[in-house]
């Protein structure tokens, strides 16, 4: 195998092996909270945190753990790591922790904390699976975060709690301001802009690989 | 939540709430297990059965361990095991008794570990405050309101195999686009009954 740089680790997260858009990984428990920008922020840095740390921790057991109880290891680790963020979150931004309710606790069964611990961590150094964390870590946050944020404004007509789309709607005439798409805060919106992303994210990588060949 | 009869839950959770099109869990596998028909059922009867034996479990273990020793917050990890020792015993005790149905259930239990919908329905049970009875209801009711949108899905998902998809939606795109139109189908179930 060629030994990795940093930077490739770093590409692969966030473009060419993108957890959401490529590896469609990690879906399952985080769709329910892109509806608001905030909490999608706070989701976003949460799963962060517990994919790094989980990640440097089994890359540091990565010679100790016997290969038949590795998942269970690995689930254990992951878990330790999420009580962490729903104790902080609980103490600093309550109401936050309150919204994002049974979601927190999600992050264990996110595909992607696992996938990671499985693909990369267990058998990379310490250092490199680090950064690999925070970098899956990222490259799954922005995805939502531009997903919550197309939700949140055309939901709700805000951005974090600011109005925008208003003020908008009043200064180019309309006197009735903007009108909710209650469709948008719904599971449904979730779903289409979902496969909006992933179609858009698609079309863009073979287009590169057409103008390449 | 101490009114509420569990039937209105047991069907609230399978049609208005449903736990994949409406909380989005357990999308993982419906994503990548939703091609054929018949594994689709095979799965979806996997997990009601996990998911009405692991509610009962756990709620035990929540309400008669976790709280009296005043260590909720250790709740996630103490759920994990819970139901990574149920699968593992309900795997071995299928082998044991009925090769039929291991041989056509038996690969989709590992699976389920690290199903979200099983660890988010405990969640929620605990959240939602519901008692004995509702936990259980709520635990069959959702498992049959996922095998139902599974089903659903993979029914749609052969007919596909033969319709022309833009190149860039082919795979996850457009099996969103349908869970998408599905979750609108959905929502007129809501005027029916109501939980949450």
């Given at each position: 195998?060629?030994?990795?740089?940093?930077?490739?680790?770093?590409?692969?997260?966030?473009?060419?092996?993108?957890?959401v858009?490529?590896?469609i990984?990690?879906?399952?428990?985080?769709?329910?909270?892109?509806?608001?920008f905030?909490?999608?922020?706070?989701?976003?840095?949460?799963?962060?945190?517990?994919?790094?740390?989980?990640s440097?921790?089994?890359?540091?057991m990565r010679?100790i753990?016997?290969?038949?109880?590795?998942?269970m290891?690995?689930?254990?680790?992951?878990?330790?790591?999420?009580?962490?963020?729903?104790?902080?979150?609980?103490?600093?931004?309550?109401?936050?922790s309150k919204?994002?309710?049974?979601?927190?606790g999600l992050?264990?069964?996110?595909c992607?904390?696992?996938?990671?611990?499985?693909?990369?961590?267990?058998?990379?150094k310490?250092?490199?699976?680090?950064?690999?964390?925070?970098?899956?870590?990222f490259?799954?946050?922005?995805?939502?975060?531009?997903?919550?944020?197309?939700r949140?404004?055309?939901?709700?007509?805000?951005?974090?709690?600011?109005?925008?789309?208003?003020?908008?709607?009043?200064a180019?005439?309309?006197?009735?301001?903007?009108?909710?798409?209650?469709?948008?805060?719904?599971?449904?919106?979730?779903?289409?802009?979902?496969?909006?992303?992933?179609?858009?994210?698609?079309?863009?990588?073979?287009?590169?690989?057409?103008?390449?060949? | 939540?101490?009114?509420?009869?569990?039937?209105v839950i047991?069907?609230?959770?399978?049609?208005t709430?449903?736990?994949l099109?409406?909380?989005?869990l357990?999308?993982?596998?419906?994503l990548?297990v939703?091609?054929?028909?018949?594994?689709?059922?095979?799965?979806?009867?996997a997990?009601?059965?996990?998911?009405?034996?692991?509610?009962?479990?756990?709620y035990?273990?929540?309400?008669y361990?976790?709280?009296?020793?005043?260590?909720e917050?250790?709740?996630y990890i103490?759920?994990?095991?819970?139901?990574?020792?149920?699968?593992?015993?309900?795997e071995?005790?299928i082998?044991r008794?009925?090769?039929?149905?291991?041989?056509n259930l038996?690969?989709?239990?590992?699976?389920?570990?690290?199903?979200c919908?099983?660890?988010?329905?405990?969640?929620?049970?605990?959240i939602?405050?519901?008692?004995?009875?509702?936990s259980?209801?709520?635990?069959?009711?959702?498992?049959?309101?996922?095998l139902?949108?599974?089903?659903?899905?993979?029914?749609?998902?052969?007919?596909?195999n033969?319709?022309?998809?833009p190149?860039?939606?082919?795979?996850?795109?457009?099996?969103?686009?349908?869970?998408?139109?599905?979750?609108m189908?959905?929502?007129?179930?809501?005027?029916?009954?109501?939980?949450?």
């Amino acid at each position: 195998m060629p030994k990795l740089k940093p930077i490739d680790v770093i590409r692969s997260a966030l473009w060419k092996n993108n957890p959401v858009t490529v590896q469609i990984l990690g879906i399952c428990s985080t769709l329910a909270v892109t509806n608001i920008f905030l909490n999608t922020l706070i989701m976003g840095l949460g799963l962060t945190f517990v994919t790094a740390f989980s990640s440097l921790t089994i890359s540091l057991m990565r010679n100790i753990i016997p290969p038949r109880v590795r998942m269970m290891v690995q689930t254990l680790v992951i878990a330790s790591f999420v009580v962490i963020v729903d104790i902080v979150l609980k103490a600093y931004v309550p109401n936050i922790s309150k919204a994002l309710g049974p979601y927190v606790g999600l992050i264990i069964t996110n595909c992607i904390i696992m996938g990671r611990l499985e693909a990369f961590a267990s058998s990379n150094k310490p250092s490199l699976a680090f950064l690999d964390g925070i970098m899956s870590g990222f490259g799954y946050s922005y995805v939502i975060l531009v997903i919550a944020f197309v939700r949140e404004l055309l939901g709700f007509g805000t951005i974090l709690g600011y109005q925008i789309m208003n003020p908008l709607m009043h200064a180019i005439g309309y006197s009735e301001g903007w009108i909710q798409w209650a469709f948008m805060i719904m599971a449904p919106g979730g779903f289409f802009m979902l496969a909006l992303f992933i179609w858009i994210a698609n079309n863009l990588a073979t287009h590169k690989i057409a103008h390449k060949g | 939540m101490e009114g509420l009869s569990p039937w209105v839950i047991f069907f609230a959770s399978i049609f208005t709430g449903n736990i994949l099109l409406v909380y989005f869990l357990g999308m993982c596998s419906f994503l990548s297990v939703s091609k054929q028909v018949n594994t689709a059922l095979g799965l979806g009867l996997a997990v009601t059965f996990v998911l009405t034996i692991t509610s009962a479990l756990n709620y035990v273990v929540y309400f008669y361990v976790l709280e009296p020793l005043g260590i909720e917050y250790l709740r996630y990890i103490a759920f994990i095991v819970v139901i990574a020792a149920a699968v593992q015993l309900i795997e071995m005790v299928i082998e044991r008794f009925s090769e039929s149905l291991y041989i056509n259930l038996g690969i989709f239990l590992p699976l389920i570990t690290v199903n979200c919908a099983i660890l988010g329905v405990s969640l929620f049970m605990v959240i939602r405050n519901y008692t004995f009875i509702q936990s259980v209801m709520f635990g069959a009711g959702s498992g049959l309101g996922w095998l139902l949108a599974i089903l659903a899905m993979a029914g749609i998902r052969q007919r596909l195999n033969e319709s022309k998809i833009p190149a860039g939606l082919r795979g996850p795109g457009i099996v969103l686009i349908i869970s998408g139109m599905m979750a609108m189908a959905f929502i007129g179930f809501s005027g029916i009954v109501q939980i949450q």
